[in-house]
């Protein structure tokens, strides 16, 4: 079984600040792991992958995360926010490379405020 | 590429009153999802489908049925709507190497 959490449900940072969103997992077979974006009132897009090989994934728009199985954790960052990254961020896990892929896991999103 | 459109966009239902919410793909994926997003609760899955003719239970199926007759469609029904089913929903397909799921545009359904 899999399950996400992340911690709290809006983040707020200023234009030009480090974005940093929190998502750890939880997981009986090593995980695949995403983070999708959601723009309002549109759906949800994907902006980055874990799939077993490299442990820092580089996504779209400037986005990044890092893959740490001591920490079980899969946190997204961005060095400099603009104000397009205003969105709500969901990070999701599923079954990886030995099996359990057919469904994904959502943790309860974030909202990312950027501040001018 | 359109991907997945789902319609209608949004739609006000008088509770008791049934409705189809429409879903169909041109990525030939074959599993196929309906997930409900509702405030602080995130997404949560209704019905699924692995593969034209097969459907299943998500976490959240009551009072919701699906059909997948062919690959390309994946209706989701409510046969007698009631206000706790007011949602913004969206369908998604599986498909790439890694399993990653696509998401269509969303469904804002209002049952008062």
């Known amino acids: 079984a899999q399950s996400v959490t992340q911690l709290g449900s809006h983040v707020s940072v200023s234009e030009g600040a480090l974005v940093l969103l929190r998502c750890n997992y939880s997981?009986?077979?090593?995980?695949?792991l995403f983070w999708y974006v959601q723009y309002p009132n549109q759906g949800l897009q994907l902006l980055l992958k874990y799939t077993s090989a490299a442990t820092l994934v580089k996504g779209i728009n400037g986005f990044e995360a890092e893959f740490k199985k001591s920490e079980t954790s899969f946190h997204l960052t961005k060095p400099s926010a603009h104000m397009s990254d205003a969105a709500e961020y969901f990070c999701a896990v599923s079954g990886g490379p030995q099996g359990g892929s057919e469904k994904l896991v959502f943790g309860k999103g974030m909202k990312l405020t950027v501040n001018p | 590429t359109a991907g997945i459109t789902q319609a209608p966009t949004s739609q006000i239902l008088a509770a008791g009153r049934s409705m189809t919410l429409r879903c169909t793909q041109d990525?030939?994926?074959?599993?196929m999802y309906w997930y409900r997003q509702d405030l602080g609760l995130g997404l949560r899955l209704i019905h699924y489908?692995?593969?034209?003719?097969?459907?299943g239970k998500g976490e959240v199926p009551d009072g919701y049925s699906v059909s997948r007759a062919n690959t390309d469609d994946f209706p989701l029904t409510l046969a007698s709507a009631v206000p706790s089913q007011t949602s913004v929903y969206f369908c998604?397909?599986?498909?790439?190497?890694?399993?990653?799921?696509?998401f269509g545009p969303g469904t804002r359904l209002t049952v008062l």
């Open positions: 998604a397909s599986r498909g790439g190497y890694y399993n990653e799921q696509f």
């Open positions: 489908s692995n593969t034209a003719g097969t459907t």
């Open positions: 990525m030939r994926h074959n599993a």
């Open positions: 997981s009986s077979v090593p995980p695949y």
